[in-house]
Nanobody, 126 residues
Framework: QLQLVESGGGLVQPGGSLRLSCAAS????????IGWFRKAPGKEREGVSC????????KYADSVKGRFTISRDNAKNTVYLQMNSLKPEDTAVYYC???????????????????WGQGTQVTVSS
């Protein structure tokens, strides 16, 4: 059974950091592009950051550029999202998603991702 499991969310003060993990089971991530998306209350789900299957290409939403870093460790079958300088507006449920052999130009388009995790809550508040 193909499964993605997010972890690492929690409550953090503004300016703090968190590292989210997306671990795959039932399949290897080697040929999958991975995206991180988030859904805040009252807002549409949006793309945060995406990485190609090779790790050679990454994309970031303008709102997180310079603060978030996506990376992958295929040996551990895991993708990470390092989030620094967190702001209250980063509060959301964060989801990771996988897409098989996704072209770079199609990255971060939600409809292109086939497998989704259950999400992990990130709350930025003092």
């Amino acid at each position: 059974q193909l499964q993605l499991v997010e972890s690492g969310g929690g409550l953090v003060q503004p300016g703090g950091s968190l590292r989210l993990s997306c671990a795959a089971s039932g399949f290897t991530l080697d040929y999958y592009a991975i995206g991180w998306f988030r859904k805040a209350p009252g807002k549409e789900r949006e793309g945060v950051s995406c990485i190609s299957s090779s790790g050679g290409y990454t994309k970031y939403a303008d709102s997180v550029k310079g603060r978030f870093t996506i990376s992958r460790d295929n040996a551990k079958n895991t993708v990470y999202l390092q989030m620094n300088s967190l702001k209250p507006e980063d509060t959301a449920v964060y989801y990771c998603a996988a897409a098989f052999r996704l072209p770079v130009q199609a990255m971060c388009v939600m409809e292109n991702y086939n497998y989704w995790g259950q999400g992990t809550q990130v709350t930025v508040s003092s």
